[in-house]
Every structure is written in structure tokens, then in C-alpha cells.
T-cell receptor
């Protein structure tokens, strides 16, 4: 089946630094990828829709200048958390579809801890 | 505004019995529904889906039922196995448009031997 790879799986950074998370579709091309965030014991909240070759579409309440999304190719989207703060600590997950209308396939997520 | 709701945060079922996980939604534009299974520190894994033109979809031990008039769906797992212990998320989207998935809060299923 379709595989989505996310890297790194875990990262610890100091407050004020930036962290980049990569999401790759390994065996299919994805014109659209989705970035989710999960708080402890909470649902997965959609942060933004990443569109290849164009600007990402952010959900209401998500700071686009803080969470920079780049979808430079059909197999790679990156999420950069800029000037990270402890409240940004969370589990970030990317996802993509191999075909329109097919189920989303998720990466294994990135646990970000900001100290 | 929680468009997809899973009102049971946890469920405990004995091995071999049926597990029933419930999900309600409010957006009548949703026409595609999915169930995902999630282990700690991993991304969700797709289990089964159903489109709004059906009221039942079955795949092995997993069956999803959709009641459009009640805006309710459920996932049945029978027989339940210890490996089924995980958090189950219900999700919904519109097949047309942005196709964004909206997730419920999840239900932690524990299968007791």
C-alpha cells in the first residue's frame, strides 16, 4: 500500500530555535499533503493543506508565519516550526492520498519537545 | 465546533466478544467516512471506510455501519483480539472540494484476555 515517511520521529529543541519536519510519499506522487497536530488525549487537528508548487492553505487559528510549509515536489512537503516555544510541543503528523478520493495515508508522526 | 464526535473516550471488551465504537457527525455535507487505528507515537493507520451511498461495509472482522438520517456511524470488531487494543479515530470528509479529513476525539479500546 501507499507509504508516507516522516522524519524525524522525535526532536528536542531549545526555545527560540526552528525545527524542520519532512514528509515524503515513497511510492506515489502527492499534489496535496495535509499536516495535522495532536495534543495529548485530543483529536488530530488539521493545521494546513500543503499544495505542490503553490502556497499552503492554513486552517483558522494556525499562524502561517510560525508554521512554514513548503511543498517543493510531488513527493516532499516540509513543515518548519519557527521560533519554537514550549507550547509548540506536540505530535505533528503528515498525510497524503495516492489517488483522489482514496483514504489518507499517514506518516508515523514527529514528537516535538521544546525546552 | 466539533463536527465529528466520539463520545466514549474509552471502551473495554473481553477477547472474543464484539467491540462497538460509535461516532456522530453534524455536517450534512460529509459523504465519506473512515476509521483509523492509532498506536502511541505512531501515525494513524487506515482501517475501513464507507461512502454515504452505502449503509454497511465489511472487511474481515471489521464492519462499519452508517445511519445517515441519524448522522451516526459505528465500527464493529468481531471477534475482538488483544492486538486490537489501540485508539480508534472516526473521520469524515467531503469527497468533492478540499477533501480535508475531520477527526473525532478518539476512543481508546482495550481488549482484555
Amino acid at each position: 500500500g501507499a507509504v508516507v515517511s516522516q522524519h524525524p520521529s522525535r526532536v528536542i529543541c531549545k526555545s527560540g530555535t526552528s525545527v524542520k519536519i519532512e514528509c515524503r510519499s515513497l511510492d506515489f506522487q502527492a499534489t496535496t499533503m495535509f499536516w495535522y497536530r495532536q495534543f495529548p488525549k485530543k483529536s488530530l487537528m488539521l493545521m494546513a493543506t500543503s499544495n505542490e508548487g503553490s502556497k499552503a492553505t492554513y486552517e483558522q487559528g494556525v499562524e502561517k508565519d510560525k508554521f512554514l510549509i513548503n511543498h517543493a515536489s510531488l513527493t516532499l512537503s516540509t513543515l518548519t516550526v519557527t521560533s519554537a516555544h514550549p507550547e509548540d510541543s506536540s505530535f505533528y503528523i503528515c498525510s497524503a492520498r495516492s489517488l483522489p478520493g482514496s483514504p489518507l495515508h499517514f506518516g508515523n508522526g514527529t514528537r516535538l519537545t521544546v525546552t | 465546533d466539533q463536527q465529528v464526535k466520539q463520545n466514549s473516550p474509552s471502551l473495554s471488551v473481553q477477547e472474543g466478544r464484539i467491540s462497538i465504537l460509535n461516532c456522530d457527525y453534524t455536517n450534512s455535507m460529509f459523504d465519506y467516512f473512515l476509521w483509523y487505528k492509532k498506536y502511541p507515537a505512531e501515525g494513524p493507520t487506515f482501517l475501513i471506510s464507507i461512502s454515504s451511498i452505502k449503509d454497511k461495509n465489511e472487511d474481515g472482522r471489521f464492519t462499519v455501519f452508517l445511519n445517515k438520517s441519524a448522522k451516526h456511524l459505528s465500527l464493529h470488531i468481531v471477534p475482538s483480539q488483544p492486538g486490537d487494543s489501540a485508539v480508534y479515530f472516526c473521520a469524515a470528509n467531503e469527497i468533492q472540494g478540499a477533501q480535508k479529513l475531520v477527526f473525532g476525539q478518539g476512543t481508546r479500546l482495550t481488549i482484555n484476555p
